[in-house]
């Protein structure tokens, strides 16, 4: 028997269809492979990045409130977040429109 991902704290219907459209379709099978992992495969299937998305599904995981994401934690889960995004989503960018978005000077912020 299978737990819905919907069981697990800050997960509601609507990630948990997002998972399910990406074959991860049960509580057991997202602890399994994880939060990063669970994330690219959103982004690879389409999802657009959101950093509240994926920290909300970090503590999730570890069963905390989506709002105990503080400070240095938060900064740290904002690298993550960010090297997930460059490596799993195609945005649709050229190579030199990634470079210069990668240091700042790229599309309007």
Not at 66 to 94: I, M, P, Q, V, Y
């Amino acid at each position: 028997m299978s737990t819905p991902v919907s069981s697990i704290r800050n997960l509601g219907p609507a990630m948990e269809k997002s998972l399910a459209e990406v074959g991860i379709t049960s509580a057991e099978a997202l602890r399994e492979i994880g939060a990063d992992a669970a994330y690219a495969k959103l982004l690879e299937g389409g999802t657009r990045p959101h950093f509240i998305g994926y920290y909300v599904l970090v503590m999730g995981l570890q069963g905390r409130p989506w709002n105990d994401c503080k400070g240095a934690e938060k900064a740290a889960l904002r690298k993550t977040f960010d090297a997930l995004k460059a490596a799993h989503f195609d945005d649709g960018l050229s190579l030199i429109e990634r470079e210069l978005d990668a240091v700042g000077v790229g599309r309007k912020r």
